[in-house]
């Protein structure tokens, strides 16, 4: 066993590849021993410095009778680098252990920098450039132009925009003014207006169907005391301004379901009493 430890002591000593590396590439640092292949290598990783950075794990196989160890590095300092390597462990199947001093490994790492100081002369500064003036004449025809063609397109809207049937409805000064009301964003507030406005018509034309009644009840009374009348239409109606009520609505939405309503409520009032109904005398 003795005379096996001094002859892979003997063996050759670590080398570099590529032999004229530069700072930072991948050096590969590796050794040729003689080993059985019936032993189990066991290498340890190398340690790394302020100068010398392992790039993975070591590696080993066997090749011609010979075990080749090798290790990735990189080095970040021209010169010649004397690098501590580990030591080698062989391990034998009928329990013999036999240690590889790792001894040391020569790096020679060339600089990436020219030999001597090659930058140009600094320049003196440049002279301070003009400044360019400003007109402020075109921007403020811009701004003003686009001024108004908002107001312009505003007026139109407002022109085009249909009327809410509740604005001369009954004359009545004593109700709330539900245009301005939707020009001021307000629109569910609108929508409340309107479905207690509908449910007191209602309550006008059929007495059994009060206010105070919620929308399912009201519709069963209406199809009992007035079977004729579109309850399809009122019901749809009358929910669709309860959502209307606590969900996101467009003012326009608002405007079109108040003439909904008119129309609705001035043809229930136009149609004719009907004989035996509940409610009547």
């Not at 003795?2 to 002591?9: G, R, V």
């Not at 360019?132 to 407002?158: D, E, I």
Request: glycine content about 8%; proline content about 10%.
């Amino acid at each position: 066993m003795i005379a096996a430890a001094l002859f892979l002591a003997q063996a050759a000593a670590w080398t570099a590849a590529p032999d004229s590396a530069t700072v930072g590439d991948t050096v590969w640092v590796s050794r040729r021993v003689g080993a059985d292949p019936a032993a189990r290598p066991r290498v340890v990783p190398i340690a790394g410095t302020d100068v010398l950075e392992p790039l993975g794990a070591p590696r080993f196989d066997f090749a011609e009778g010979r075990l080749v160890v090798r290790y990735p590095v990189a080095l970040f300092e021209p010169g010649d680098h004397a690098v501590s390597m580990p030591d080698i462990e062989l391990r034998y199947p009928d329990g013999r252990t036999v240690i590889i001093p790792g001894d040391t490994a020569r790096l020679v790492i060339r600089s990436v920098l020219p030999p001597s100081d090659t930058l140009p002369a600094a320049r003196p500064s440049l002279a301070p450039l003009g400044r360019v003036a400003r007109r402020v004449l075109p921007l403020t025809t811009f701004v003003g132009a686009v001024l108004a063609a908002l107001g312009v397109w505003g007026v139109v809207r407002r022109r085009r925009r249909p009327r809410p049937v509740w604005a001369t409805r009954r004359g009545s000064g004593a109700e709330p003014p539900l245009a301005q009301w939707v020009a001021a964003g307000e629109p569910r507030a609108v929508a409340a207006v309107l479905a207690r406005q509908v449910r007191e018509r209602l309550a006008e034309l059929v007495p059994a169907a009060g206010a105070q009644l919620p929308t399912a009840e009201c519709l069963a009374v209406l199809e009992r005391e007035r079977p004729s009348w579109p309850h399809r239409e009122i019901a749809e109606l009358l929910r669709t301004m309860e959502r209307a009520r606590f969900a996101p609505v467009v003012p326009e939405d608002v405007v079109t379901l108040g003439a909904e309503c008119e129309a609705l409520l001035d043809g229930l009032a136009a149609a004719p009493a009907e004989a035996g109904s509940a409610g009547e005398t």
